[in-house]
């Protein structure tokens, strides 16, 4: 099992950035693909983006590319989310995930650990 803890949050104009932290701890961390969720208020929970274990694959949600990325330490059991370019759209609750695979993490199903959620709001 992978227990999950994001920072990183916080409120930012449009066009600035933030770095999202998810910090893991646990033994299958390195074994695990990780992925960055978010929900906004009255909208379904999407995947943005993702890593396989190795950090060799890597997926973006078509309206993120370009603007984020997403890259892992497995020696400091630390996932992140380097979000540039912000816009407004981007506002939401964003949570990292572990799941045993990057075709897991598309499927949200299968997930085996959620974190707490960080909030992020983009002013215009």
């Known amino acids: 099992q992978v227990q999950l803890v994001e920072s990183g949050g916080g409120l930012v104009q449009a066009g600035g950035s933030l770095r999202l932290s998810c910090a893991a701890s646990?033994?299958?961390?390195?074994?695990?693909?990780m992925g960055w969720f978010r929900q906004a208020p009255g909208k379904e929970r999407e995947f943005v983006a993702g890593i396989s274990w190795s950090g060799g694959g890597t997926y973006y949600l078509g309206s993120v590319k370009g603007r984020f990325t997403v890259s892992r330490d497995n020696a400091k059991n630390t996932v992140y989310l380097q979000m540039n370019s912000l816009k407004p759209e981007d506002t939401a609750v964003y949570y990292c995930a572990a799941a045993p695979s990057l075709q897991i993490l598309k499927k949200k199903e299968g997930i085996y650990s959620w974190g707490q959620g960080t909030q992020v709001t983009v002013s215009s």
């Open positions: 646990g033994r299958t961390f390195s074994s695990s693909a």
